[in-house]
């Protein structure tokens, strides 16, 4: 594990950490090449989706044939471990009483003044595109966690994209699948990453376009995101490369801060993890554990977990808590957890997280799968402007307003001096018309 001093670090340095993933996300060339397969797909649809995944994923698709069926529906639910599949429940009840409580109350009205109500609905999108990876392995925990969000708020269509199993024929993910059939959605779609995401931006014979898209994935998915934003589909910013930021003091056990720092690490070779202590100690004592635990991870996980914690991440040494909390501030992370003495002080000043952790009794892994709260966040310290995926992410707001006579004549006078001052005549004349009734 790499060992720095946040005193220390230069601005460099510091950017460094900083651009963890998204330095990939945005490169020019990497741009370049995902806006070729983007056009392609815009241009020519299902056969450029087709094309796609035998370039990429090596898997020969006949036209019609993207879309997964009720046969492989079938299937899927008779080759999953039943505990997989009671675990997926699980998962999906809680996300779903989470999203439920916080979505609870979809109007309100309130009188501002006497005879001014002003209020709010939240009604649902129109249509929502999911990707789901499956490049590194089985990740029905994704769709639980941001299917549930898009069924709680009630979007009438929902499109899964999900790149074909690796090495396989064209296979869908037979866990993503079964969670597909508990959340009663439908409309699941084989694909090459990018291809599908540009798929669902902009529709294609069989693939449906949608208003909106999102999903956790690779720089190159990320950047089909992004560039498909420029056609009008609205995506969440940005659900990168796995991140993780444990803030720690000398109370820490240090067996169970290595094996939580190793939890995310293992995701891929652009995952960070990072310690932020002001315990020298603690430091020297989890590298030794670090050192035992990593050991046992098989590969690839072990080199994604060197490079989390080496050139992605590491150990920073602060001062003290106020200045972790700074630094944690700064860095924004995707996963937060905080071991400390007293959690709730160091929490009144963490600002920017995507999700908080409080205690060694409640892991980064237990919040991935079935705690209920969201685990698909923002990384690349997106988390300084927006939040995790929730049942909101797939809701709009509609403004209400109600003014009776008494509260039109008072409020005519200011309104008259803007329309009169901006230069809107007719906006002035409306006014003006209902108070001489003519």
Not at 60 to 87: C, D, H, K, N, W
Not at 148 to 153: D, F, G, I, Q
């Amino acid at each position: 594990m790499r060992v720095l001093a946040w005193s220390e670090l230069d601005a460099a340095a510091r950017e460094q950490l900083l651009g963890r993933g998204v330095t990939a996300i945005f490169d020019p060339k990497l741009r370049e090449s995902i806006e070729l397969i983007v056009e392609d797909v815009r241009e020519n649809g299902d056969a450029a989706v087709i094309a796609a995944l035998a370039k990429f994923d090596g898997c020969e698709i006949a036209e019609g044939g993207l879309q997964v069926t009720e046969a492989e529906f079938a299937a899927a639910r008779e080759s999953v471990p039943a505990a997989v599949q009671e675990a997926i429940a699980e998962g999906i009840a809680n996300v779903r009483a989470f999203n439920e409580e916080l979505t609870r109350e979809r109007e309100w009205r309130v009188e501002i003044q006497p005879g001014l109500t002003v209020g709010e609905k939240s009604t649902a999108i129109a249509s929502a595109g999911l990707f789901v990876p499956s490049g590194k392995g089985s990740f029905p925990s994704v769709l639980v966690q941001i299917g549930t969000p898009a069924v709680v708020a009630g979007v009438p269509e929902i499109a899964v994209v999900v790149p074909p199993v690796p090495g396989g024929a064209g296979e869908v993910d037979a866990a993503v699948l079964c969670a597909a059939d508990q959340l009663g959605i439908r409309q699941i779609f084989r694909a090459n990453g990018p291809a599908g995401v540009a798929a669902l931006a902009f529709g294609t014979e069989s693939i449906p376009k949608v208003r909106k898209l999102l999903g956790p994935g690779s720089p190159p998915v990320q950047a089909a995101q992004i560039a498909c934003q420029q056609y009008g589909c609205h995506t969440q910013m940005l659900l990168g490369p796995s991140e993780s930021l444990i803030l720690a003091d000398d109370s820490a056990d240090p067996r169970l801060l290595a094996a939580d720092l190793l939890n995310e690490a293992e995701h891929g070779p652009d995952s960070a993890s990072l310690l932020v202590t002001d315990s020298e100690a603690l430091v020297e004592a989890t590298q030794i554990e670090i050192a035992r635990q990593i050991a046992a991870l098989p590969e690839p996980r072990r080199a994604y977990a060197h490079a989390a914690l080496g050139e992605n991440g590491g150990a920073i040494i602060v001062a003290d808590l106020t200045e972790a909390a700074l630094v944690t501030n700064w860095y924004a992370p995707e996963h937060m957890q905080i071991v400390a003495r007293d959690e709730e002080a160091v929490l009144a000043m963490i600002d920017h997280a995507g999700e908080v952790l409080l205690g060694q009794q409640t892991p980064v892994s237990l919040a991935n799968y079935v705690i209920g709260v969201p685990a698909a966040l923002p990384t690349g310290a997106f988390a300084r402007v927006t939040g995790g995926v929730t049942a909101e992410t797939f809701l709009k707001k509609v403004s209400i307003a109600k003014a009776d006579a008494a509260a039109l004549e008072r409020l005519t006078p200011g309104a008259l001096a803007l329309a009169d001052h901006e230069g809107f005549p007719a906006h002035a004349a409306a006014l003006r018309a209902r108070r001489s009734g003519s």
